[in-house]
């Protein structure tokens, strides 16, 4: 049983792959069209062909290697400065910009020379290129929000966990009772595991995070309004100050460093709890931010994707997953021990999450990625703008197929990367717990 479940969370996911790619084509495809551009082919996947049909002037397919997808667009590098599109020069690096310049024409027909990609309006490229990580941005926005407010997110909550039995200090980093230390105000004042604080010195709380900020302001008499076994009762407590665990702006607990706030001293209970739209929204910006400072700081992970591919180091919970792995956490999620709903939610949250990391990647400025096309365009813009303002010669489109070179350079270094991800995937995977 457990073969299969792993099985049909790997489909499950590759099937949520397959979608997300071929979304993101789509977004390429449908603004090409709006625009004029002849688009011969829209493929998801690389390798051989499995499957296409044509429709209209469009190729429609998918490939044996579920790794990627494409569309060709006529026309996407403009023709050299003598007008030529062959290869002029034994240059190498001359050769990779004229390959590409001549790809980019290869299946050019009589009537194309007006839906040639290059000769539209920098914003047009723009919005072509943009449209791709863009449709990954919607769709895992629909699913994060869709999955914080219907089923909701694992978080703290306003029951009770653990009555601590005495004061003990954040610096401690012990839970024993000392000789004659004083028992804790939750204790002194009845609570128990189990317990659901509706309300502090009389006002509602919902949340931890609301429970939390009142407890810590508060130091001296207090009343809490528990819901007990059906019933509620009120608690009278009386806060002490005390050292505490201090935290961020997010809830997240900073190592090593301490605050003096009011105590009170428990644990409170984690459970799953849906979420409104406004914390839906807060958490998803912080998944946004996150993803951000995770996707500059992939050069630091290197050493520590090394070490646990090839020196049996440590696989760090937070270290850069690649398809492999992605597949093969999400083959682990339908063997969790949570609840087939839970189950549900997770394998989303890890499409979504896959969808998010596309449009952050895609959005660098680097060819081949679309970003780079994106700044190609904007360069272009600028220019052009330059020269009308000082009244100067227009120059014409920005040649971008110049930056080949710096192009395989880049997708030579993507390839090392993904190759390292993936050896350590497969010899040393990041697991769920």
Known sequence: MTTL?????????????????AWHELGHLSTAKLFGIRVPQYMVGFGPTLFSRRKGDTEYGIKAIPLGGYIRMIGMFPPGADGKIAARSTSPWRGMIEDARSAAFEELQPGDESRLFYTRKPWKRVIVM????FMNLVLAVVIFLGVMMSFGINTQTTQVSTVSDCVVKATDKTDKCSPGAKDSPAKAAGLQPRDKIVAFNGHKVDDWSTLQKDIRRTTGPATLTVERDGTRKTLHANLISNQVQKYDGKGTPLKGEYV????????????????SFGQSVDRMGDMVQSGVESLIALPSKIPDLWNAAFDGGERKADSPMGVVGAARVGGEVFNLDIPPSQQIATMLFLVAGFNLSLFLFNMLPLLPLDGGHIAGALWESVRRAFAKVFRRPDPGPFDVAKLMPVAYVVAGIFICFTLLVLIADVVNPVRLT
Do not use: D, K, R
Request: proline content about 8%; cysteine-free; charged content about 0%.
């Open 130 to 133: 943009f449209a791709g990580p």
């Open 260 to 275: 003096t706030a009011g105590f009170l001293g428990f644990t409170p209970a984690t459970g799953v709890v849906p979420q």
């Open 5 to 21: 479940m792993t099985v049909l969370g790997i489909v499950v996911f590759v099937v949520g792959l397959l979608f997300s790619i």
